[in-house]
């Protein structure tokens, strides 16, 4: 995933119309980009992870709640600031949260911030609001830090383990190299799998000018698209494919008692099957993605 920052940097510009005259300007472009790695903890990191995970998820509650009360009762609204505040003195009075570092805490209240930043956004533009709401157990899956390229996270071994602060040396695939100015560093839960995502400012590669231009036509079954040229690419069906193991996977769940560890057991083994599906169409897609974007200069798709 790309977000995209522009920052222009201006020489001397003379008057347009004075003859003679150029005008000179230097444009600096970096945009940052996201590279997921996963990790592999051994089961008391783990263990420390889910603690975090824990401790995260209930700071953001007990924030989410004070905004609730404050304005219920006071009609006040207390802002990041003011959260932010209280931090040091939650971690004098908590020793649980002294094992996690305080940008990582700062970066829940901000995320408080962001959902009530969202909300009165949305009530001005008249939508549907949708207020902030708690986090259940299953609702809360990653913690960030937040100036990981100065404190919190350290790469070791030529990148094969990461040290992660309160938590300590974890075991990483690291399947292609960094790049750029590393600024954040996310720990998310996916399934039973743990990864790590990092932040980095890079400068642009464009590819080489390519005159070379196409036309695609997605949606059109059973192809996933067919191109100008005539070539047909055939949807892979992932979904369909996995449909039978679902549906075995699915009765049995619906057969274990709530509650019950099996039937924990047989909720993981359904979420499996769909993270595969998903993963499958996301490597699907980027390969061709990349394919069509290497041959071509310009694409053109319609429905």
Known sequence: MLYTETARRCGSTPDPASPGQEVTQIEHTTHKKAFKYRLYPTQPQQKDLERTLWLCRYL???ALQERREAY???????????????????????PEYKRIHAQVLQNVIERVDRAFQGFFRRVKAGRKAGYPRFKGP?????????????TGVKLQEGGKRVLLYGIGSVK?????????????ATLKREGEGWYIVFTCEVEPQPLPENQAAIGIDLGT???FLITSEGEMVVAPRYFQKAQARLATAQRSLSRKKRGSHRRKQARRRVARLHRKVADQRKDFHHKLARRLVNRYGTIVSWP
């Open 60 to 62: 953001y509650n007990a």
């Open 72 to 94: 219920q009762k006071a009609g006040q609204a207390v802002g990041f600031y003011e959260q932010k505040r209280y931090l040091p003195e939650i971690r004098a009075e908590l």
């Open 221 to 223: 079954h059973p192809h």
């Open 172 to 184: 990483m695939k690291l399947h292609r190299p960094l790049e750029g100015r590393l600024k954040t």
């Open 138 to 150: 299953g609702r809360y899956d990653s913690f960030t830090f937040p100036q990981a390229g100065t």
